[in-house]
């Protein structure tokens, strides 16, 4: 029997496909009851300031970065979404003299734009965010080789070599109106999955590649990162595949509360604790990888009721 069709785009699998149990069950979910869907591999970490919040995303950098050896190579995959932190980690490393000889850094994801990755000139672009916020703010003497840096690029061997022979320490990401990390979007409903979603096997295939974004995605960059100007956001990226994060020891995913909603925030802490892994809900297949910790910014987890503006 086929899924009901999606609120926010029909021609696409997303969250509004779900079983109407499982959206209740989320909206209902108070800050107490969301710690308490932590479990073994999958920790429910809350924060009361965004000053705490952000150096504890920026701290994750410096704790990966300090156990990289020559004989022992050590990265950090790093989103776009948040970015406050990318200041924070460059001061940290100015200021503990931490040489990253032997650092690595993979960028999350990249715009796609007339058959090619965007180029760094181009306003939204993740690598120019990167290096601007971040990499070019660190003193030359304790940078990592340029051929450490690792952003996604439309010929995708290269980066996803990468991954090969270096340990990704930790993931980290946001969550997207749709629930995705990177820009692990949910599928068009067609074909094969044009009655039912991929499944959560063939979803974790997905290596790092081209993508089709869906339109909730393009919304919310918009909203994000171009005043609502629609038009200025590519309908195409570059992304960090499933693959590569189950090559990363640990997925940490941080929720200031700008990317995604109360509810969105509700709903995949409840589908990670209670391992209901749907590609409709990109998100939720962390339920089954081994270390999963959720951050969020306390404040922002408001009540799932009507409020009128």
């Known amino acids: 029997m086929a899924r009901k069709l999606s609120l926010m ?48 995303e920026a701290l994750e950098y410096i704790t990966a970065w300090q156990q990289a050896t ?30 990253l000889k032997h650092a690595h850094f993979w960028g999350m994801d990249e715009w796609y734009i007339d058959g090619g990755e965007a180029p760094v000139t181009y306003p939204l672009s ?14 030359k003497k304790l940078r990592m080789p340029e051929n450490n840096l690792h952003f996604p690029k439309a010929d995708t061997k290269p980066y996803i070599k990468s991954w090969e022979g270096v340990r990704c320490a930790v993931m980290q990401g946001g969550q997207g109106d749709v629930k995705h990390w990177a820009f692990n979007d949910p599928l068009p409903r067609k074909g094969k999955y044009k009655d039912q979603p991929p499944s959560p096997a063939e979803y974790r295939k997905l290596t790092a590649r081209v993508v089709d974004l869906h339109p909730g995605t393009i919304l919310q960059n918009a909203r ?12 195409q990226a570059l992304t960090v595949g499933p693959v590569q994060t189950w090559q990363s020891e640990k997925v940490s995913i941080w929720h200031p509360g700008v990317h995604d909603n109360s509810f969105g925030m509700r709903l995949t802490t409840l589908m990670i604790g209670k391992k209901i892994p749907d590609s409709a809900v990109p998100m939720s297949l962390l339920a089954d990888h ?6 969020f910014y306390r404040p922002v987890i408001r009540p799932c009721e009507v409020e009128m503006h």
């Not at 993740?126 to 003193?139: K, P, T, V, W």
């Open 9 to 56: 785009a029909a021609e696409w699998w997303d969250y509004t496909t779900l079983d109407d149990a499982i959206l209740k069950d989320a909206a209902r979910l108070t800050v107490k009851d969301m710690q308490g869907m932590a479990r073994e591999g999958f920790k429910v970490v809350f924060y009361d300031t965004l000053e705490e919040f952000f150096l504890a």
């Open 70 to 99: 020559a004989d022992n190579p050590v990265g950090i995959c790093g989103p776009i979404g948040p970015t406050e932190q990318l200041p924070l980690v460059a001061r940290l490393v100015n200021e503990l003299g931490l040489n």
């Open 126 to 139: 993740f690598e120019r965010a990167d290096r601007e916020l971040c990499f070019n703010r660190i003193q």
């Open 224 to 235: 994000t990162s171009a005043a609502g100007m629609v038009g200025m956001v590519p309908t």
């Open 290 to 295: 081994p270390n999963v910790q959720f951050n």
